[in-house]
């Protein structure tokens, strides 16, 4: 082929080319890309943790690199290890201690407050926490909710590595998390997932007040990891990692978080007060099956389903029935039992909500005002709740009909401890106490009040509705 073929088969081809980049543009219309650019993040600091403030909402960076919020989170992740005594020992005057369990913590705040797994540490008399810089601290316990599997640990000094806290209302679903711990005591573990589900209930943990509304992710976790942070790209903590579904005893896909938003709430009432104050409906909720949706006409299969309301609650006082259909609370949709506990659970006694119902097929609204279980809106200590349980009962506010009926004010025992001074009394639960060392009681706090000024000799005097006269009950307070 001579030089001038060559020459005109090139040319031909670029040519060729042009014409053909050409059409393509003028018949395929081209996709705009749209970098969007990251504004700065508002944080929580401790002290919005004490002022209650929430950051706002923004979605975490891209996952160009974990690097960057793996470095940040590490230092402030520590290794638990609880201690209880083993049982006598007839050689020694001091009783030998046994490792009982170990675990993940994080540290919140500079000056030590350390927020890990209610099961990490309970049962131990003793904990130890190791930083991942290999300095070591005894711990103290400052609470602990078995309700969220959460408690409060701190460690005597200053300028510790904290994490800052993000929020847990705005991690969606398909967003990167990574998860840091120690895993069978390997220190500063990282791995990394997306955030699966939102609000999952898995049914592990007990009593009437549990609230499961976990978040879902395929970070790696095992055995060493509870109480471990769970952050955004960020390298913000979005989550306390909590439990795993498993049938080998070790990862098979899915672990489970409590959500940061819920875990400040609980951190602060235990810092405190000593004991978490949980806002209460005053109602028993079930999830809408498709039968409800469609006995009810429901639009969808959605809402939390009120079963039973509690008298002289705050669902009573704000008129709710049995049967409505809860589907919002301050805005926020409550589409699932789980939803709602997360909300709720995040509230006090004596908060007021805004709660959107469906009845009837009418949408309506009303404003309630939280109790606790005992029927107050006043917060209770630790202090006073130790009091009441340590005489040997649960007392509550009378409900506005048992107030009709019985026409005297008081408060109502609910139970009675086993071997407890109370109980020596022969006192039967529904006893309504309407003095104390002949000062009447008329609320909770009037008579916790008037509990903890008196000592020695306590009698009580008050009636029962049933049951004609007077009764009186004398004990000894220790």
């Known amino acids: 082929?001579?030089?001038?073929?060559?020459?005109?088969t090139i040319l031909c081809s670029l040519l060729s080319s042009l014409v053909a980049v050409g059409l393509y543009r003028w018949l395929v219309p081209q996709q705009q890309v749209i970098i969007r650019e990251s504004a700065e993040a508002r944080y929580a600091s401790q002290q919005d943790l004490i002022n209650g403030i929430r950051p706002r909402t923004f979605v975490s960076s891209s996952p160009t690199s974990f690097t960057e919020a793996a470095n940040a989170i590490t230092p402030a992740v520590v290794f638990i290890r609880s201690y209880q005594s083993s049982g006598n020992n007839f050689l020694r005057r001091s009783r030998p201690e046994t490792s009982s369990s170990t675990g993940s913590g994080v540290i919140i705040s500079a000056d030590?407050?350390?927020?890990?797994?209610?099961?990490?540490?309970?049962?131990?008399?003793?904990?130890?926490?190791?930083?991942?810089?290999?300095?070591?601290?005894?711990?103290?316990i400052i609470g602990t909710d078995p309700s969220t599997d959460l408690a409060l640990l701190r460690i005597e000094d200053a300028n510790l590595p904290s994490i800052e806290l993000g929020n847990s209302d705005s991690l969606l679903v398909g967003e990167w998390v990574l998860a840091v711990g120690n895993p069978f005591n390997l220190e500063s573990t990282v791995t990394a997932g997306i955030v699966s589900a939102k609000g999952r209930n898995i049914d592990i943990l007990d009593g009437q007040d549990r609230i499961e509304s976990f978040i879902q992710t395929d970070a790696v976790v095992n055995p060493g990891n509870s109480g471990g942070a769970l952050v955004n790209t960020n390298g913000e903590l979005v989550g306390i990692n909590t439990?795993?579904?498993?049938?080998?005893?070790?990862?098979?896909?899915?672990?489970?978080?409590?959500?940061?938003?819920?875990?400040?709430?609980?951190?602060?009432?235990?810092?405190?007060?000593?004991?978490?104050?949980?806002?209460?409906?005053?109602?028993?909720?079930?999830?809408?099956?498709?039968?409800?949706?469609?006995?009810?006409n429901l639009p969808a299969v959605a809402g939390v389903l009120i079963s039973r309301i509690t008298d002289d609650s705050g669902a009573e006082n704000a008129g709710l029935e049995v049967g409505d259909v809860i589907i919002g609370i301050n805005g926020a949709e409550t589409l699932t039992v789980p939803s709602l506990q997360e909300i709720l659970g995040q509230l006090r006694p004596g908060d007021q909500i805004q709660l959107k119902y469906l009845r009837d097929g009418q949408e309506k609204e009303v404003k309630i005002v939280l109790k606790n279980k005992l029927n107050s809106t006043s917060p209770l200590s630790s202090r006073e709740e130790q009091l009441l349980h340590q005489l040997g009962f649960e007392l509550r506010n009378l409900s506005r009909e048992e107030r009709k009926r019985v026409d005297t004010d008081?408060?109502?025992?609910?139970?009675?401890?086993?071997?407890?001074?109370?109980?020596s009394t022969n006192m039967e639960p529904?006893?309504?106490?309407?003095?104390?060392?002949?000062r009447s009681v008329s609320d909770l706090n009037d008579a916790i009040r008037l509990l903890k000024r008196s000592s020695g000799k306590i009698v009580l005097s008050g009636v029962y509705e049933n049951y004609e006269g007077e009764y009186f009950y004398t004990f000894e307070k220790p």
């Not at 030590?112 to 601290?137: A, C, M, P, W």
């Not at 672990?255 to 000593?274: E, M, T």
């Open 1 to 8: 082929m001579t030089t001038r073929q060559i020459a005109f």
């Open 112 to 140: 030590g407050y350390i927020v890990t797994n209610n099961h990490v540490v309970e049962g131990g008399q003793r904990f130890e926490v190791t930083l991942s810089d290999k300095r070591e601290y005894s711990a103290e």
């Open 243 to 296: 439990a795993i579904i498993t049938r080998s005893g070790g990862y098979e896909g899915y672990s489970f978080a409590v959500p940061v938003n819920l875990v400040a709430k609980i951190v602060k009432d235990l810092r405190d007060y000593g004991t978490v104050q949980r806002g209460l409906l005053g109602a028993f909720i079930t999830e809408v099956t498709a039968a409800v949706a469609e006995e009810k």
């Open 410 to 423: 008081g408060v109502k025992v609910m139970s009675i401890f086993r071997d407890s001074e109370v109980e």
């Open 430 to 438: 529904g006893f309504i106490i309407t003095s104390i060392n002949k």
